[in-house]
């Protein structure tokens, strides 16, 4: 138990839609990164929030949007789905003052 | 250019066999190092860290990992290998430039025979 939960665990979506998928954290964790990892390769950086604020963004276009909320939970939402876009997404939180990221165990997003 | 390098794609030892993995970096200032552990489905469990101090950093697991600087190098070990183990070895740096996201290299994946 890792205290970062993410939903949906999977899912399936067709090129151009649209996807949201969330991410809670432990109370205290006010920042959340989220990270792309694709088949065979490390997690790629996607973006960090802090205070509910965007705080640092790896190379992804405008199309990766993130939110956060005051309840540490969080959000990655995906437009105009793309087939490269299938991965693994991962959620890490750290709480104030710790320089430690706590992972999600992810979810997989297949994109047909 | 800026990288986290881990030459070793993947790796297969016996169990009871010793153990290591190699990771390479390739920044400016000496950044903060990391090995991660993700078992199949799994996300990403911090096995040690090496922010300043001891050039020899003992994690979880019976994992131990030495920094050296002047082969930019932050190797894994353990001594004997258990078939739990078995799973990809992700290391990972964060640069001291007042950046706040971890660099990933591309993982080694291992392979524990009986």
């Known amino acids: 138990e890792t205290g970062v939960t993410q939903s949906p665990t999977h899912l399936i979506k067709t090129r151009g839609q649209q996807v949201t998928l969330r991410c809670s954290s432990q109370s205290g964790h006010n920042t959340v990164s989220w990270y792309q990892q694709a088949l065979g390769q490390g997690p790629q950086f996607i973006f960090q929030?802090?205070?509910?604020?965007?705080?640092g963004r790896g190379n992804f276009p405008p199309r990766f949007s993130g939110l956060q909320f005051p309840n540490y939970s969080s959000e990655l939402n995906v437009n105009a789905l793309e087939l490269d876009d299938s991965a693994l997404y991962l959620c890490a939180t750290t709480g104030p003052g710790a320089n430690v990221l706590t992972f999600g165990a992810g979810s997989r997003l297949t994109v047909l | 250019a800026q990288s986290v390098t881990q030459p070793d794609i993947h790796i297969t030892v016996s169990e009871g066999a010793s153990l290591e993995l190699r990771c390479n970096y390739s920044?400016?200032?000496?950044?903060?190092l990391f090995w991660y552990v993700q078992s199949p489905g799994q996300g990403l469990q911090l096995l040690l860290k090496y922010f300043s101090g001891d050039t020899l950093v003992q994690g979880i697991k019976g994992f131990e990992a030495e920094f050296k600087r002047s082969q930019s190098s932050f190797n894994l070990r353990k001594p004997s290998v258990h078939w739990s183990d078995a799973a990809e070895y992700f290391c990972?740096?964060?640069?001291?430039?007042?950046?706040?996201?971890?660099?990933f290299g591309t993982g080694t994946r291992l392979t524990v025979i009986p």
């Open positions: 920044y400016g200032a000496t950044p903060y």
């Open positions: 929030y802090y205070r509910e604020e965007e705080n």
């Open positions: 990972a740096v964060v640069p001291q430039t007042g950046a706040n996201n971890l660099f």
